[in-house]
């Protein structure tokens, strides 16, 4: 602590530095989120503060803790506890992995193909915090959701979502993809661990701080997709559809798996960096 009081401006300044020197590239944003994140206050009213307000050395003092764990590596979505995902407040913790802005383009696939007035039934596999599951059932009320996780752990988490932003009408399952899953879906979404296991030990610190059961897809990534497409053919309804997320260089191979596994209608949707990011297929009619 230093012998004078700082002030927000003073702190911001001091933690934009530290967090340059860490080498993090959102130091500005950062700074400012966690700061917020002390005074209780959101980055616009804290935007908005006086500069000159004093810090008590209590929020000073939290202050610099969380500086120090973020420049360890840890998010600030598991800083702060929380990450906004499809404007949804999404509640996240080392149990979960924190929602990205690409899945949301698993989300997009998915409102493509349910009507707005779809009541059918939705199942999201690997759904960690929840948010795909949370985000359709925003979305597409009339529809039932059923959501599963191999972590007990994460859909603590899931269901603590469900309870806060949709008054849990979301069911959540839990198992191994497919296991205690009963029953024939319209649309199945899953954005499924896919990372090949030879990465995981050189991820940046940030993703390491993440479940690797979230992250390992196994060889090459895609163990695990592949179970999951050939399961799956037991859960579809005819001409249902399958969305997968994947890494956009495996949807060669995984385009290849859908056709061998008999699925049609095979398509692609781009994430926000123009990159093939969901790849969906029908089961046969
Ligand atoms: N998109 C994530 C990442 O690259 C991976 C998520 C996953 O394996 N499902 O960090």
Redesign the pocket.
């Known amino acids: 602590m230093p012998t004078e009081a700082l002030s927000i401006r003073q702190a911001l300044y001091e933690a934009v530095q530290t967090l340059k020197g860490g080498g993090i590239e959102t130091s500005v944003l950062d700074a400012q989120v966690l700061l917020g994140e002390v005074l209780h206050k959101s980055r616009t009213a804290l935007i908005a503060a006086d500069p000159f307000e004093l810090l008590s050395a209590e929020h000073y003092n939290r202050y610099r803790s969380l500086l120090e764990r973020r420049l360890n590596g840890e998010s600030v979505a598991y800083l702060i506890g929380r990450r906004e995902f499809w404007g949804l407040d999404i509640t996240v913790g080392p149990a979960v ?1 924190v929602p ?1 802005p ?2 949301e383009t698993l989300v997009e696939a998915a409102l493509s193909f349910l009507a707005p007035d779809a009541k059918g039934n939705v199942l999201d596999l ?1 759904t960690g915090s929840g948010a795909v599951a949370l985000a359709l059932k925003h979305e597409r009320s009339g529809c039932a959701i059923y959501a599963s996780d191999i972590s007990h752990d994460a859909l603590a988490v899931a269901q603590e979502n469900a309870r806060r932003l949709c008054a849990n009408a979301v069911a959540f399952i839990h198992g191994d993809l497919f296991e205690n899953i009963v029953g024939r879906f319209d649309l199945i979404t899953a ?5 090949p296991s030879e990465l995981i030990p050189s ?1 940046p610190a940030e ?1 390491r701080h ?1 479940p690797v059961l ?2 390992d ?1 196994g060889i090459g ?1 895609l163990s695990l997709i592949q179970r999951l497409i050939v399961q799956a053919v037991d859960y579809l309804a005819p001409n249902a559809l399958l969305l997968i ?1 994947a ?1 956009p260089s495996q949807m060669p191979a995984l385009e290849r798996f859908f056709r061998e596994n008999a699925y049609q209608d095979i398509r692609f949707w781009n994430d926000l960096s123009a990159r093939q990011r969901v790849i969906g297929a029908r089961a046969r009619d």
Do not use: F, K
């Open positions: 992995l990205r690409e899945t690997c954005n499924p661990p896919y990372i991820l993703v993440e979230a992250l897809g990534g997320e890494d």
